[in-house]
């Protein structure tokens, strides 16, 4: 039972982690249908936000609590920036987003390596996150990966309720349905789709701290993790939150059960021939947009 309990906190954490990365593109590539590979590098820059705050703010949790909205301010803007000066002459032309974002993630990571230097770097966690909750019979819970898992929920909790509850989610969700009829009914679609970008490459910044609790800070730790991050979304379904969020937490569970009884390769390998296997029995996903719009 404590293994079993264990494994499955460990499940849990991966796919908090998972969603933290993802949420953004549920955002840019699942509402919008941008393929942002630059997502990763938005990542990079919250974690570079954080490493830089704690060199003028001594107390490493302050400049963690600091970090989280300067992060998502900073790549929230690098995103709107983007997509001001290139994604938007591009909606039409998925594979060309693809290819212009890529060239400009490879930029940014230069631009990282001219900035802070090839080699990694490490952040300093704050004390309390450093140990771990013991429970009891010997099942015990990092205290960063609690922060991570909680971190995870408040922001799908804070996107639902401005997608659901505000006029601007309202507008959002007006634009993925029917664009045309969005434009027509005086709605900024323009600004819309900016403010989208906007708050999807600032989650992605939110994550790039969290990361910096779990591991180090490189030029390219983005592409470590951006390829999950579409997996999931892709799996969940396009532009579904509440798909994003199984599908996060039941591939952390199933990664971390393989990894227990295999290695973290072949736990790898076995994950993404299930998803395969899902995608050509469910190609739509776990959940699918129905929208008014006839194309």
Known sequence: MTVILNQSFTGISIGAVLLL?????????????????????????GAYTTYVLQKSISSAGVSLLVALPVAFLVAGAMGALLEWLLIRRLYTRPLDTLLVTWGVSLMLQQLARDVFGAPNVQTAAPDVLTG????GGGVTFASSRLFILGLALLSVLALTLILKLTPLGRRIRAVVQNRDLAEVSGIATGRVDRVTFFIGSGLAGVAGVALT?????????GTNYIVDAFLVVVVGGIGQLKGSVIT????????????????????????????????????QGLYTLRTRSLA
């Open 21 to 45: 990365i993802a949420l953004g593109l549920t955002l840019t590539f699942g509402q919008m249908g941008v393929i942002n590979m630059a997502h990763g590098e938005f990542i990079m820059a």
């Open 132 to 135: 771990n909750i013991s429970l």
């Open 213 to 221: 609790l779990v591991g180090p800070i490189g030029p390219t730790m």
């Open 248 to 283: 996060a937490f039941a591939l952390g569970v199933l990664q971390s059960v393989l990894e227990y009884s295999t290695t973290v390769s072949v736990a790898k390998v076995i994950v993404l021939v299930a998803i395969v296997a899902f995608l050509q029995w469910r190609p």
